[in-house]
């Protein structure tokens, strides 16, 4: 049976694997696709919580205690949603200022 350690085991790789992309790649857009792993990861565990945390004193009546995560799940994807747009409007100025997406050779101090 599939429990919230395996959940949240799998969040954590993704989180890694997002942290991983985000500090070692050269490529901008390679690091927004990182950052969008950190973000995804961060979804599954909020819904693993969510799913596998029932407070003592549930009523079925009232589904809020359920939903919580679903709820913080989309807000995070609305925010990574506007970082995006926001991160390729970026990459895309910058590209065509720079010739370049390459992280290490932006230098926006200097012309």
């Known amino acids: 049976m599939i429990g919230l350690t395996h959940y949240l085991i799998l969040s954590g790789i993704l989180f890694s694997i997002g942290f991983y992309g985000a500090l070692s790649k050269r490529n901008a857009i390679a690091v927004l696709m990182s950052i969008e792993i950190l973000f995804n990861a961060v979804n599954l565990a909020a819904i693993a919580f969510a799913r596998y945390t029932v407070p003592a004193n549930f009523d079925p009546n009232h589904l ?48």
């Open 64 to 111: 809020q205690f359920l939903l919580t995560g679903q709820i913080f799940a989309i807000f995070i994807v609305a925010v990574a949603a506007a970082e995006v747009a926001l991160g390729l409007a970026i990459i895309i100025a910058i590209y065509r200022n720079r010739r370049t997406v390459d992280v290490t050779q932006i230098d926006l101090m200097r012309r």
